[in-house]
């Protein structure tokens, strides 16, 4: 694994960790900044199918009317993408 991979890695989870505990929820085009970043930077960097979901979730929040995430729907909402990231994390040392 490149250490560009492991960056966005450790990256995603340091973010996801914090935003919970940092704010109460986290507002929409902040949500859609993060997708975005993870979308681009992990097709660049081999990381095709954590990038591919960021995308098809940013296809989602087109959907869904601005609005607030609470950490319950946070997660919900990015579990598909968080699976991926786990399976990375479980399959090397970060």
């Known amino acids: ?13 340091k973010k996801l ?8 929820v986290v507002q929409h085009k902040e949500l859609y900044r993060f ?7 992990a097709v660049v960097i081999g990381l095709d ?5 960021a995308q098809l979730l940013i296809e989602q929040l087109h959907e869904i009317d601005e609005r607030e995430w609470t950490k319950e729907s946070l997660r919900a909402f990015l579990n598909p993408l968080l ?4 399976f990375l994390l479980k399959n090397i040392q970060v």
């Open 17 to 24: 960790d914090s935003w919970p505990e940092d704010q109460e």
């Open 35 to 41: 997708l975005q970043s993870i979308s681009e930077t």
């Open 49 to 53: 199918r954590a990038g591919d979901m």
């Open 83 to 86: 699976s991926i990231f786990f």
């Open 1 to 13: 694994m490149t250490e560009y991979k492991q960056a966005l890695i450790k990256s995603v989870r």
